[in-house]
């Protein structure tokens, strides 16, 4: 009996582990998922084609390293030096001397050519503009032209089948997404940092000019002194931004860093090619962001969005019927959270294209096609040529003319009637450099620095002789 009773429990426990193990192996196997993020996978997918890998920056950074130059500019610097004890007894006895500055940046090769893009301010006032390539092959460069507003400026040099980034489409950035910056900091080349985006058009404050466009890709990929002008780009090793500015207290970098969308940069730059400056486009009004302030202010139902507080006579949006007081909240497509998101948008457009406005009139949707006009307040595109400002006629320069006198820049006044400028006693021919101290390489700039100038005017220049003449009168 005992021993039958010993073989009885015995089965018994053999069966109960022998379900032990089935139902572990069944319901605790350290390989099945009880619990599954359903987004997990999308997200890894998109970013790197399988649902099983992280992300790898490494076949971007492969592809567009060779494309990002190092850009290093000579310019000079007038240092005055005087004595005061020596002009107390003898008179004025200070001393005007020339000195160096060098600069350095970054830039990226956009076509196989040569044609190179970067900032204006990596390049603004040099003499001298050399590009290194990734492999240490040395060129000099030619500036093409430059769009301060945007802070871009276009160079090529004499060279074929060249490793380029093609454009992509920062307009398909997500917040959130990984992008690379490759650039040049502190002369060290061939430097790449990683990051997310961070924010889409932000506003610095950092340009100048009454018809600036700031509406940055904000991410925290490092950026230092040396990256301007260098490229931020997709895990598809694709453009999709100019690095221009850091955000820090030091100088150095502190976590955020913005970068010019490659959807403005790819308008200017095929504008800059084309024309010699930028066509564009503007609807005549004077925008406001709309806040919880703003809206309570003007007993509006919404928050974001871009307030009218006046509109230009004859500009284009009146034209169409848009009124002081309108919110603009879409352009196209596209929302307009703010008047960085709405520049951004209206840069990709040219004088006489039409496009769609929604805007919110007494809390109701309206919606206007709008014939785009120039800053001229035209419905046409404008080629760089002549314009009369106070009976001076100012002209482009040719390169044979810009070769012959040994400058890099400058308009010339091919006529000169009554005028400020004839009364302060420049002659026809005289070729201006500067004025109150920026240079002057378009008939545009021309206008936006008289345009932005309140009290007196000081402009160097040289005449086709080679005298070096300074004039300054008030305005």
Known sequence: MRAQR????????????????????????HKQVLYQNPFQNAR??????????????????????????????KSKIETTYSNPLYDFFYGNGSITRSEPVI??????????????????????????????????????AQLIATDPSTDIALLKIDAKNLAFIPFGNSDDMKLGEWV???????????????????ARARNLDILTGNYKIESFLQTDAALNPGNSGGALVNVKGELIGITTAIMSPT???????????????????????????VQRAILGITPIDVNAEVAKQHNLSITEGVYISDIRND?????AGLKAGDVIIKLGSVATENTSRLQEELSKFSPNDKISVIVLRD???????????SLENESKVANSGDIIIMGAKFSELSTDEKQKLGIKYGVKISELKSGKFSKAGVEEGFIITRM??????????????????HGGLYIEGIYPNGVIAYYAFGL
């Open 103 to 140: 600069g350095f940046g970054s830039g990226v090769i956009i076509s196989p050519d040569g044609y190179i893009v970067t900032n204006n301010h990596v390049i603004k006032g040099a003499e001298n503009i050399t590009v290194t390539l990734n492999d240490n092959r040395e060129f000099d």
């Open 363 to 373: 809390n109701k949707e309206l919606t206007y096609n709008v014939i785009l006009k």
């Open 44 to 73: 890894l997918a998109a970013y790197s084609g399988t649902s099983d890998q992280p992300v790898d920056l490494t076949y971007a950074a492969q592809l567009t390293v060779p494309a990002v130059v190092h850009v290093r500019t």
């Open 6 to 29: 010993f073989s009885s429990l015995l089965i018994a426990a053999l069966l109960g582990g022998l379900v032990s193990v089935i139902s572990y192996s069944k319901f605790f196997d």
């Open 251 to 277: 100088g150095g970098f502190s976590g955020n860093s913005f970068a010019v969308p490659s959807s403005i940069v790819k308008k200017v730059i095929s504008d800059l090619k084309s024309y010699g400056k």
């Open 315 to 319: 500009g284009a949006a009146r034209d």
């Open 436 to 453: 109150n101290n920026n240079e002057v390489n378009s008939v545009n700039d021309v206008k936006n620095i008289l345009n932005d100038t």
């Open 180 to 198: 690379l910056a490759v650039g040049n900091p502190y002369n060290l080349t061939s430097t790449v940092t990683a990051g997310i985006i961070s």
